[in-house]
Each structure stands twice: as structure tokens, then as C-alpha cells.
């Protein structure tokens, strides 16, 4: 089945302390995306990659940082410069920047 | 201002109700998307406009260009259709989304 992928589902992180969060997609999208969601508020943009190699500072990138070493692969690390890290976070990809996007089922971060 | 606004943020209907959710944009645009987001927090794209009108089971999505203004209409709705549906704009390198309407279909 093609689809995409986040682990884990749920991610606990301690005062001062980096996390990586995994999304894999086996969709063979050139465009990756991860996005931040808090209550209340519209999904808000942390990074982008239009291709292999390559990516884009979003909307909120200050604190995350990401890699984009294979096609199928965008981890996300939180690190611990991102002050207010809890949230809900949303992997998705397309065939491209203006395509249709797929949604992972997203990873809970929450800090102890 | 927001570039794009929904209506209502939340909504309660009885089960078998025609449902209408609205949203209204004031950027230039290659696309809307609805979305649908479950209790567990995925996402699922349910309808990509430019134009006109989609039809796909009980669901309808329209887009007005000129007016800004698309709605997302459930004919017969039921509870399983109780979600947070989300309108997002295409028009750059990203998506801009709402802030998503809250909807609870009541047995």
C-alpha cells in the first residue's frame, strides 16, 4: 500500500533535549512538507523540500531543523532552541508544489 | 486580516441534515482544497477546485473565483462524518489554511 508514514505517534521531550521525528512516504512525491498545528489555530508551515538535497525555510522554521537525504525520507528534529515545542505535528507530500498534498497521521509532541 | 476565513467554527447537526461549510479568501489562488481532519488528528484531501463544482458521494464542494467563496455541502449527514473540515488555498509553494470548522453529527 503507498502511503505515509510519522513515528512515533507520540513523543515526550525533556527540558534541553533534541528529538527527531520520521516521515517516510512510499508515494515516490518529489515535494515533502512538515507542518506544526496548534489549538485553535491553521496548520502552520516549518519546512519544505521540493526535491532531493534541497529545502526551504517555511513560516515557523526558528528551533526545527530537517534533511532530506533520500527521496522517500524528511525527519524533522526539534531541537532545543524551539521553545514551545508541543504540538501536533503533520508530515505530507505531492507530486509537487501546487499538487494535492497527503497527510501522514502525525506525531503528538509533548515536553516534561 | 486572515486570507482566508470559515464558517462556522463550530457546528451541531442532527443526524440527516444538509450540512454547509463556507470559506472566503481575499488572495489570488491556483486552488482550494477541502480537508478532513479525524478525532486522531489525520488529514484526508477531499476535494482540489479551481473551478466550478465536485461531487463525490455525499459530498459537494463549489468555488465562486470571482467571489472568493467556496462551500463544502454534506447531503444526509451522519455521525461519522463528525470531523474538523479545513479549507487551504494553493497558489505559491504552500498552502494557507483555516483555521478548520468543527463538526459534530448527532445520532
Known amino acids: 500500500d503507498g502511503g505515509i508514514t510519522q513515528s512515533p505517534k507520540y513523543l515526550f521531550r525533556k527540558e534541553g533535549q533534541n528529538v527527531t521525528l520520521s516521515c517516510e512516504q512510499n508515494l515516490n512525491h518529489d515535494a515533502m512538507y512538515w507542518y506544526r498545528q496548534d489549538p485553535g489555530q491553521g496548520l502552520r508551515l516549518i519546512y519544505y523540500?521540493?526535491?532531493?538535497?534541497?529545502?526551504q525555510k517555511g513560516d515557523i522554521a526558528e528551533g526545527y531543523s530537517v534533511s532530506r537525504e533520500k527521496k522517500e525520507s524528511f525527519p524533522l528534529t526539534v531541537t532545543s532552541a524551539q521553545k514551545n515545542p508541543t504540538a501536533f505535528y503533520l508530515c505530507?507530500?505531492?507530486?509537487?508544489?501546487?499538487?494535492?498534498?497527503?497527510f501522514g497521521p502525525g506525531t503528538r509532541l509533548l515536553v516534561l | 486580516k486572515n486570507e482566508v476565513e470559515q464558517s462556522p467554527q463550530n457546528l451541531t447537526a442532527q443526524e440527516g441534515e444538509f450540512i454547509t461549510i463556507n470559506c472566503s479568501y481575499s488572495v489570488g489562488i491556483s486552488a482550494l482544497h477541502w480537508l478532513q481532519q479525524h478525532p486522531g488528528g489525520g488529514i484526508v484531501s477531499l476535494f482540489m477546485?479551481?473551478?466550478g463544482k465536485k461531487k463525490h458521494g455525499r459530498l459537494i464542494a463549489t468555488i465562486n473565483i470571482q467571489e472568493k467563496h467556496s462551500s463544502l455541502h454534506i447531503t444526509a449527514s451522519h455521525p461519522r462524518d463528525s470531523a474538523v473540515y479545513i479549507c487551504a488555498l494553493s497558489g505559491t509553494y504552500k498552502y494557507i489554511f483555516g483555521t478548520g470548522t468543527r463538526l459534530k453529527v448527532l445520532a
Open positions: 523540500s521540493q526535491i532531493v538535497n534541497d529545502f
Open positions: 477546485l479551481s473551478s
Open positions: 505530507a507530500s505531492s507530486t509537487g508544489v501546487l499538487e494535492t498534498q497527503y
